[in-house]
């Protein structure tokens, strides 16, 4: 079953995932495009443009599967979806699947766009010689970091915006629960910016309560660091690393946001 | 008069009638401050197509979201097709809001593809058999047609189902008096003679002929329930002309 409802979420979000990935693409190519022409204001605004169209492009992609996931599951055509003879959580568990996979290429994408972006604008930006420097920049950083540290990171980048889809779903289903069902949308909206303050609170908390930190080791390499966080703080003083307290706050309670929504799916759904 | 129990045959097959269908116990479903149903009552037997009446507000569509395991948080027993509302009994359940449930940008052979993959009890081929009888094409988007058209569809669809129980909230409400009609006789085309058609109208005139049974509601429970037939010899009118009976209070 699972299968058939990761199916019909590629069926029903194809439309518009489509229209999203071509415009991110036309918007950043004919930025690019206009910055590589060099003409005075017209290659400005390419630069401007192009990076529009990186920078917009993820977070429109998260949003639209948010607004899908909730449009799916408690708007009109949720009846369908609520009327299924399958366990919520199943359904549940195939949309934030088919929705991570949707993120990983959209990702994979942005990555392609902000190179193409980069490339435009590189005349406009006085970069010589770009691909060069892009090559220096990437061996500059695995000089500093491991090779398994480079991959760590882009995985802690892939699974913050998975954290993210989370957050955004949970907030969908539990302010489409009875309480708030009357609102429509504004119910997960509500949700979301109320769950947005107690993250930010929590992820604070984390990094002042856990006082570690990705910073240079004695040999210059990166190592792990002791950091207080609080005194970095009321001292006014630059980190100078990279607080870690937020990594075990973040998974913590996205596990918290699944499984409450995995609940919500089962026991609390209520289409008004 | 106020019994909320239905167990006697209709006019269908007597044979088909032995099993209970809708079994409710004391549910009761608050809307903040506002009970919309208070302990409600009601047993339903298979074999039958039974109008759920009553003026706006009296608990009509929530009862009937409360059987097809859409709405949750009420309390009481509810038992629909041997099961509490949950995937088991949407298995047996066919529900028809009262909404456009199916996607606007759909193709009528895509929503046909949708309850293929998702209903297991679902016949395709009755499917295209309605679909043909209220004149409409597989080739069609819903977003191109007008609300009959779409309601035909969701019929269409809701009532190639093999269930046990039909659930359809209003399904003729907005629609001309002369798709009201060829919409009910596709509602009754092939139905399977041990199954139970929950229907909620506000429209009694157009579809007290097909009505075996009627359960009337007020005020979040059960006002009356009774054959279509006894009622009428019992008042000496038609179940419109009783309604409107009942109800006149709710009109001034």
Same mark, same amino acid.
Request: aromatic share 8%; proline share 3%.
């Given at each position: 079953m699972?299968?058939t409802?990761?199916?019909h979420?590629?069926?029903r979000?194809r439309?518009w995932l489509?229209v ?8 950043t ?20 443009l192009?990076f529009?169209?990186v ?6 992609v998260q949003?639209?599967l948010a607004?899908d996931?909730w ?5 009109k055509?949720g009846?369908?979806t609520?009327? =299924?003879?399958v366990k919520?959580?199943t359904? %549940?568990?195939s949309k934030? /699947? ?8 959209a ?7 902000a190179l193409v972006? %980069?490339?435009g604008?590189?005349?406009s930006?006085r970069?010589?010689?770009? /691909?060069?420097q892009l090559r220096a ?18 995985l ?7 954290a993210?889809?989370?957050?955004y %779903? ?8 009875s309480r ?5 949308i504004?119910?997960p909206v509500l949700?979301?910016?109320g769950? %947005?303050l107690?993250m930010q609170m ?11 930190? =990705? ?5 210059g390499g990166?190592?792990?660091?002791s ?9 006014n003083q630059t ?15 996205t596990a918290v ?5 995995v609940?919500s799916?089962?026991r609390k759904?209520?289409?008004? | 008069m106020?019994a909320q ?6 006019r269908?097959?007597e ?5 209970t269908?809708i079994?409710v116990r004391?549910?009761?479903k608050n809307?903040g ?9 009601l047993?339903l ?7 759920l009446l009553?003026?706006?507000? !009296?608990g009509k569509t ?5 059987l097809?395991?859409?709405l949750?948080?009420h309390? #009481?027993?509810?038992?629909?097709a041997?099961?509490r509302? #949950?995937?088991?009994?949407k298995?047996h359940v066919s529900?028809?809001?009262d909404?456009?449930?199916?996607p606007?940008h759909?193709? *009528?052979?895509? !929503? *046909? ?6 209903f ?9 058999d ?8 597989q080739?069609m ?7 009959g058209m779409?309601?035909? *569809?969701q019929?269409a669809l809701?009532m190639s189902?093999q ?9 003729i409400?907005?629609?001309?008096p002369?798709?009201?009609?060829v ?5 009754v085309?092939?139905?399977s003679?041990d199954?139970?058609?929950?229907i909620?109208t506000?429209? *009694? ?10 359960v009337?509601m007020?005020h979040?429970?059960?006002l009356l329930?009774?054959?279509?037939d006894d009622?009428?010899?019992q ?11 009942v109800?006149?209070w709710?009109a001034?």
């Amino acid at each position: 079953m699972v299968g058939t409802l990761i199916k019909h979420e590629a069926l029903r979000t194809r439309r518009w995932l489509t229209v999203v990935f071509g415009l991110a693409t036309l918007v950043t190519l004919m930025g690019a495009l206009m910055a590589w022409t060099g003409w005075p204001l017209i290659s400005q605004l390419g630069v401007i443009l192009s990076f529009v169209g990186v920078g917009a492009f993820l977070a429109v992609v998260q949003v639209g599967l948010a607004y899908d996931y909730w449009r799916s599951s408690y708007s009109k055509t949720g009846y369908f979806t609520q009327s =299924l003879p399958v366990k919520g959580a199943t359904i %549940y568990w195939s949309k934030l /699947l088919w929705g991570c996979v949707v993120t990983l290429v959209a990702i994979v994408w942005n990555v392609v766009l902000a190179l193409v972006a %980069y490339l435009g604008s590189a005349s406009s930006m006085r970069v010589t010689e770009p /691909l060069s420097q892009l090559r220096a920049a990437w061996t500059g950083m695995l000089e500093i970091l491991p090779a398994v540290a480079v991959i760590g990171l882009a995985l802690a980048v892939v699974v913050s915006f998975f954290a993210t889809l989370v957050q955004y %779903y949970f907030a969908a289903s539990i302010g489409s629960e009875s309480r708030m069902n009357r609102l429509g949308i504004g119910g997960p909206v509500l949700v979301w910016f109320g769950l %947005y303050l107690v993250m930010q609170m929590l992820l604070l908390l984390g990094i002042v309560a856990i006082p570690l930190a =990705l910073g240079s080791g004695s040999d210059g390499g990166l190592a792990l660091v002791s950091l207080n966080f609080l005194s970095v703080m009321v001292e006014n003083q630059t980190a100078g690393a990279m607080p870690l307290g937020f990594v075990p706050v973040l998974a913590l309670s996205t596990a918290v946001l699944v499984s409450r929504t995995v609940v919500s799916w089962n026991r609390k759904v209520s289409l008004a | 008069m106020t019994a909320q129990t239905l167990t006697e045959p209709g006019r269908r097959d007597e044979e088909t009638m032995t099993h209970t269908a809708i079994e409710v116990r004391g549910l009761t479903k608050n809307y903040g401050a506002v009970r919309a149903l208070d302990g409600l009552d009601l047993t339903l037997p298979t074999g039958q197509i039974i109008g759920l009446l009553g003026e706006n507000g !009296c608990g009509k569509t929530t009862l009937l979201k409360v059987l097809a395991g859409v709405l949750a948080n009420h309390s #009481g027993d509810v038992s629909i097709a041997g099961h509490r509302p #949950g995937p088991e009994s949407k298995a047996h359940v066919s529900f028809l809001p009262d909404a456009s449930f199916l996607p606007d940008h759909a193709k *009528v052979s895509e !929503c *046909v593809r949708m309850y293929r993959d998702f209903f297991s009890d679902f016949d395709e081929a009755k499917a295209a058999d309605l679909i043909e009888f209220f004149g409409l094409e597989q080739s069609m988007r819903l977003k191109e047609m007008s609300k009959g058209m779409r309601e035909k *569809v969701q019929i269409a669809l809701a009532m190639s189902r093999q269930a046990t129980v039909y659930l359809l909230d209003e399904p003729i409400s907005g629609v001309d008096p002369a798709a009201r009609q060829v919409i009910l006789d596709g509602m009754v085309r092939n139905l399977s003679e041990d199954s139970l058609v929950f229907i909620s109208t506000h429209l *009694v005139h157009d579809l007290e002929p097909i009505l075996d049974s009627v359960v009337l509601m007020r005020h979040g429970k059960v006002l009356l329930v009774g054959e279509v037939d006894d009622l009428r010899a019992q008042h000496n009118m038609s179940i419109d002309q009783l309604f409107r009976e009942v109800y006149q209070w709710s009109a001034r």
